[in-house]
């Protein structure tokens, strides 16, 4: 598609269930990155794959966070044993070509929300 | 550690006032330097972006910013702003992973443009 699609707009979990978010990068984009978004302003890169191949995972949390790219199916970032401090929005971004220039399209973003 | 510091969280203006956000990073090397706007209610847009070349890049909607490398500054302005212009502006950088790779955003905490009728 030529946007960056997130599923879904808005995700509500209790602490201590699994959440699972989506992200369908633009048609033709080799890069998809993760950020997440606390407290409206703070972004915090967390995890980038070149196709399906992790690319930098530098900022993913080292327990309960995971992320996948799979030929054919959206990306997803899954986080398991939610935590409160884990409410944000995540959003997802693409680019493509390996030059530093290239700019990132974002997504909507998920808002997690953890009870 | 790479970071971007935006200068002005919070910035009030009235129409056709002239704008000015600061942008500074940190890091020696070679950069590019985004600007981004997320309008209420909307995802995050690319204003502008620095990647070689002419240091005055002109963007969308009548924006340009200014690279200028021994301030690391990358500021960026409008002369005459509008109530639409009303939306949370981030400036990003590119930290360098490997050369000539496409690399992750560092992201200034944003600033708050509310612009009165």
């Known amino acids: 598609g030529e946007e960056v699609a997130q599923t879904p707009k808005h995700l509500v979990r209790g602490e201590g269930q699994k959440a699972k978010l989506y992200c369908a990068p633009i048609?033709?984009?080799?890069?998809v990155f993760w950020y997440q978004q606390v407290l409206k302003n703070e972004f915090k890169f967390l995890i980038s794959?070149?196709?399906?191949?992790?690319?930098?995972e530098t900022g993913m949390p080292k327990e309960r966070f995971s992320a996948k790219c799979l030929p054919n199916s959206p990306c997803s970032l899954e986080i398991q044993a939610t935590k409160l401090e884990d409410s944000a929005v995540y959003f997802c971004?693409?680019?493509?070509?390996?030059?530093?220039?290239?700019?990132?399209?974002f997504g909507d973003g998920t808002r997690l929300s953890i009870l | 550690a790479q970071s971007v510091s935006q200068h002005n969280h919070h910035v009030i203006l009235s129409e056709a006032a002239s704008l000015e956000l600061g942008c500074n990073y940190s890091?020696?090397?070679?950069?590019?330097l985004f600007w981004y706007v997320q309008y209420p209610g909307q995802h995050l847009q690319l204003l502008l972006k620095?990647?070689?070349?002419d240091p005055l890049v002109k963007g969308i909607k009548g924006f340009e910013a200014e690279f200028i490398k021994s301030k690391f500054s990358f500021n960026l302005r409008k002369p005459s702003v509008q109530w639409s212009d009303t939306a949370e502006y981030f400036c990003?950088?590119?930290?360098?992973?490997?050369?000539?790779?496409?690399?992750?955003?560092?992201w200034g905490l944003g600033t708050s443009l509310a612009v009165n009728p």
């Open positions: 794959f070149q196709n399906e191949n992790v690319f930098d």
């Open positions: 890091y020696g090397g070679t950069v590019n």
């Open positions: 620095y990647f070689s070349g």
């Open positions: 048609k033709g984009h080799s890069y």
């Open positions: 971004a693409s680019s493509q070509g390996t030059l530093g220039g290239q700019p990132q399209h």
């Open positions: 990003a950088v590119n930290a360098p992973l490997r050369a000539g790779n496409n690399r992750k955003l560092i």
